[in-house]
């Protein structure tokens, strides 16, 4: 399937989807790791005020900073963009599961983590899609 200047659509669809989630990424994950003794208590209530628990989180915010590296790798070079939807696909579907084990098991969390899930599930429904497009 083609489209004006014969870039196939799956290829800009491919690519949008990186591009978008690597810039919704970078926020979260530098919210998660420079100031969260600042950022996720003013938006989820809880406190960030022990070593252990900042450095978990500033691994956190390691993990989607490189995500995101990868999600843009595989959208601006071809031949990486296969393993970065990929690699999107089970981190989206990997949280997306993790938040809904404890929405059945905790309840209904903050608005923001529930549209997250939400997104998240979207997403990487999305990308898995679009590789297993690639395999027909």
Not at 87 to 113: E, K, N, T, Y
Request: proline letters at 3%.
């Amino acid at each position: 399937m083609l489209t004006t200047k014969g870039i196939g659509t799956n290829e800009k669809l491919e690519k949008s989807l990186l591009i978008f989630a690597g810039i919704v990424l970078i926020p979260i994950g530098l919210s998660y790791g420079i100031v969260p003794e600042i950022s996720l208590t003013g938006l989820y209530g809880f406190s960030v005020d022990t070593l252990n628990l900042k450095h978990i989180f500033r691994g956190q915010m390691g993990l989607c900073i490189g995500q995101t590296a990868l999600y843009f790798l595989g959208a601006f070079q071809p031949k990486f963009r296969q393993l970065a939807l990929g690699a999107l696909v089970a981190f989206m579907l990997g949280l997306a599961a993790g938040r809904c084990i404890s929405i059945v098991v905790d309840g209904i969390p903050h608005w923001a983590l529930t549209f997250s899930a939400i997104a998240e599930i979207v997403m990487g429904l999305i990308g898995l899609r679009l590789l297993l497009r690639e395999y027909r």
